[in-house]
């Protein structure tokens, strides 16, 4: 007998089925224009060779992670960021800054999709989910982890 089985690749669009914050939310704080350069630096710059990501990258917070950071635009070692607090890290495989993918993170510890008290996620440009923030921060936190001194958050101790 031939049992043919038809399989979709769904992308997805639909909120993640946790009481967190969902990626569609997600999505919407971190490609709001209103959000903060990392040290008032809005040109991209080289990511450090032990990112995962490509190449370049600049680094946005929301007003409230900047509520946490000192003169030279860095936590103090230690330091840890108030609930709502938005990293989004946008990457580009060139200088010139295409953008090609948002990396995020949104501090909220109680969310039932939280990695390390955040919730974190990977969109393409236009918004679509490259990892789901259900996943936990599965993949992303392995890395992460190895800076909590600094909240989990690995650019303080690069740039
Ligand atoms: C192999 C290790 C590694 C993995 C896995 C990893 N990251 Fe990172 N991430 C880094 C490093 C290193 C930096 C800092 C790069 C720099 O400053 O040049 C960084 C920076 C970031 C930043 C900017 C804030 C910060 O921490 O500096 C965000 C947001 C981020 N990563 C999100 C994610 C997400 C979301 C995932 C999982 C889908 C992930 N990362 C997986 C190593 C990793």
Known sequence: ??????????RITA???????TYKVLFELASYSGLFYY?????????????PHDKFMRVNVNAKAS???VSD??????????????????????????????AVMYKMPKASNA???????????????QTAAKDKGAKCI?????????????IFDLH
């Open 67 to 69: 509520s946490a950071l």
């Open 15 to 21: 909120a993640d089925p946790t009481t967190g914050i």
């Open 1 to 10: 007998m031939l049992i043919v089985t038809k399989t979709t690749c769904k």
């Open 142 to 154: 392995i890395c992460h982890n190895t800076s909590k001194q600094r909240d989990v958050v690995k």
């Open 39 to 51: 040290q008032n630096n809005a040109s991209y710059i080289a990511s450090d060779p032990s990112c």
């Open 115 to 129: 990695g390390s008290g955040w919730v974190w996620a990977e969109y393409k440009s236009g918004g679509s989910a």
């Open 73 to 102: 635009g860095k936590l103090p070692p230690s330091g840890n960021f108030p609930d709502s607090s938005l990293i989004v890290k946008e990457i580009s495989s060139a200088q010139a800054g295409s953008l090609k993918l948002y």
